[in-house]
């Protein structure tokens, strides 16, 4: 595709991004809502102006591992293990209900075979980390108790996903699964996350002695990006999704992160919170982008909306998406109106949620109207949650909000 | 390509050209030719560890033009239309004695044919805005009396140099050219350039009031990249090089520009240096990928450097290349040692050489061995003059700054 078409392209989703974030604002609706509005009007479902370009996903992709670096630099850490029981069993237990209601459900009530019965449990275990942070966040509750526990689970969740995605396409190819195969991936997995906050602090340490050396401004945008997309990349190396590297990075250059056995670096406390300051604006310009670009690949145009099948399993595969994440939600060790907020926390399925039906897709096990279905069920969790979450915190908020 | 190896890409490109920036500056080297050489070194003719894909390239078009966009808004309209005549006797001069010199060397000398000749001296031509513009600031002189006249020289150099390569492009398939085509250009691209500057500057109000209201973070960054590349797609709809577009939008927003008529539009004075301050983490981000993309684009290992004619035939060139430019300079109503500063600030050819000559390779045009010429002469007036230039600033440098 030629430049500038790319160029235009760029400045339009983020110019409608933008627009129908301030819109929704204006009405009281959470602006992630309005950002992925603006893709789903510019992409297939509604004009078709813009098509998912390759240079166009590596924009997203950067915003996403930017926002979960961002994500990572607000966390303390601290709290965040305090949530890691709670967050452990919810994400646990969002895990396994909808994947066993999913896999129940389409096999025995809708009598499909056995591997797409298991795609769509898949699925629908998806929790959408990037809708369900900006929901927070829209809210102001990213830092909250019920925040810190969403947010530790969300991450679990995404490990566990990639586990699965992993063990259910070794199943469709080979028939069978190896527990070593997955047992590697995880094991990789948990080696990153212990060394990689660490690594991060080093270099980070590095870069502040570059930063304060070097005589020519831009070395903490141009240190930090490279860090943050190295990170994603090491993420990806090991098996995890690229976003959480981001995230590793975040957490070590946080405020409140300190290495063990008390190693010092000699950092200046104001480091984090100039880098923060300097990489705010080019964050904000990366991440609508994302949310854009979740609306663009969501092809509304493509399901048949006169099929019985596909309205039926649906609206059947929803209620299963919903209830599935809410009854995680009920094993969290918290007052019961925050149960319930945090489990609606996890219920949209967002860009994961979309991967999985991709692949579903691409591989031939989902034949057409049951992808239409897996995208209405998406759609739905994704668009319409933030909506009751936000009633919600404004009926039930004083209940649980100390 | 997949993403996690683009991700790695970009931050290899980042840092490197980082750390050679730095290197040089310890050596005092001007950082731009340390970016230049980082490609150079990933690239092709060295460890071919990265080549440029569509990706890459649409990240450093941004780069470059957000550099200029950064360069209009340090730019005062008043003092650039001041250095009026001098910038476009420079720009003549040194576009009509290159080509000229070029093509009857080329033609009489080197016997080759009339199409060969007049793209040779079409290459030679070019004058690298990016690359010249980067030697000034490296040199803090790009707010000069002299660093006007050779920006606003190169500009109108990356004007002429579209209307050449349309004229050249237009005879080589048609056999002829119509002076009607290149006039409605011409006439297109002046159109664009009166009215640019206004429209952009009736847009930085609505942007302003945007930004006033806005509840959110973010306004800044997102409505300006976004106006900022629209403008460079609007440049390439009139047939103007893309980059151009964001130099408009730069003036435009510059603190010094105002509307004729004296039409007041109610922006906070401030409002400039907000817009600079927000977007310097984002340019500081981009810029080095365009100048790395530069030397990445540079494939020294394609040139055959055994054969007796590559040897004669480029450097013959380059000393073409040098000598129209300085004569050129020598055209402007200057101090004598200011003009043979502002000639030599034209010498480097960088990315619109390269232009040209992959042009002329693709059409069939240029041979093996004239384009192996080419690139050796392209690589030498962009790695090697800035060294001229600070070496001469250094020891003339007091005979015409005031």
Chains 1, 2 share one sequence.
């Not at 409608?16 to 809502?33: D, K």
């Not at 996903?161 to 094991?187: P, Q």
């Not at 340490?205 to 990006?225: D, M, N, Q, T, W």
Request: aromatic share 10%; net charge neutral; charged share 15%.
């Amino acid at each position: 595709m030629e430049t500038h078409v790319l160029l235009l392209h760029i400045a339009a989703i983020i110019l409608t991004a933008r627009i129908f974030s301030e819109i929704a604002a204006h009405f009281g609706i959470p602006r992630v809502i309005g950002e992925l509005c603006s893709g789903v009007v510019l992409g297939p479902s509604l004009f078709g102006l813009i098509e998912p370009s390759e240079p166009l996903r590596l924009l997203a992709e950067i915003g996403i591992i930017l926002l979960l670096f961002e994500v990572g630099l607000k966390t303390d850490l601290g709290r965040l293990l305090h949530a890691g029981r709670g967050a452990l069993m919810l994400a646990i237990g969002g895990f396994v209900l909808p994947f066993l209601l999913g896999l129940g459900i389409c096999y025995y009530t809708f009598h499909l075979p056995l591997l797409v019965s298991m795609f769509v449990g898949g699925t629908l275990t998806a929790t959408s980390i990037g809708v369900t942070v900006r929901i927070l966040e829209d809210l102001g509750r990213e830092s909250s108790a019920e925040g810190q526990i969403v947010l530790g689970a969300a991450v679990v969740d995404d490990l566990l996903g990639v586990v699965l995605l992993a063990v259910l396409y070794e199943f469709s190819i080979a028939g069978t699964v190896s527990i070593a195969n997955s047992g590697k991936v995880m094991v990789f997995m948990a080696i990153f996350f212990t060394l990689a906050p660490i690594l991060a602090k080093v270099l980070s340490a590095a870069i502040y002695r570059f930063h304060a050396e070097s005589k020519a401004p831009g070395v903490i945008p141009i240190a930090l990006v490279a860090l943050v997309l190295s990170f994603a990349a090491l993420a990806h190396a090991v098996g995890a999704p690229e976003l959480l590297g981001g995230f590793a990075a975040g957490i070590a250059l946080s405020r409140r992160f300190f290495l063990p056995l008390g190693i010092t670096l000699r950092v200046d406390p104001d480091f984090s919170r100039e880098i923060h300051e300097q990489m705010r604006p080019i964050i904000q310009l990366f991440t609508p982008i994302f949310f854009a670009m979740v609306g663009l690949s969501l092809d509304l145009s493509a399901v048949d909306w006169s099929s019985p099948f596909v309205w039926v399993f649906s609206l059947t595969l929803a209620v299963v998406a919903i209830v599935g994440k809410l009854a995680g939600g009920l094993l969290v060790p918290e007052n019961r109106y925050a149960r319930v907020a945090i489990g609606m926390a996890m219920v949209p399925r967002g860009e994961v949620g979309l991967i999985f039906a991709e692949l579903g897709r691409v591989s031939g096990i989902f034949n057409n109207e049951v992808y239409a279905a897996i995208i209405i069920v998406v759609a739905y969790t994704t668009l319409l949650s933030p909506f009751w979450i936000k009633a919600y915190y404004r009926v039930f908020g004083a209940k649980f909000i100390e």
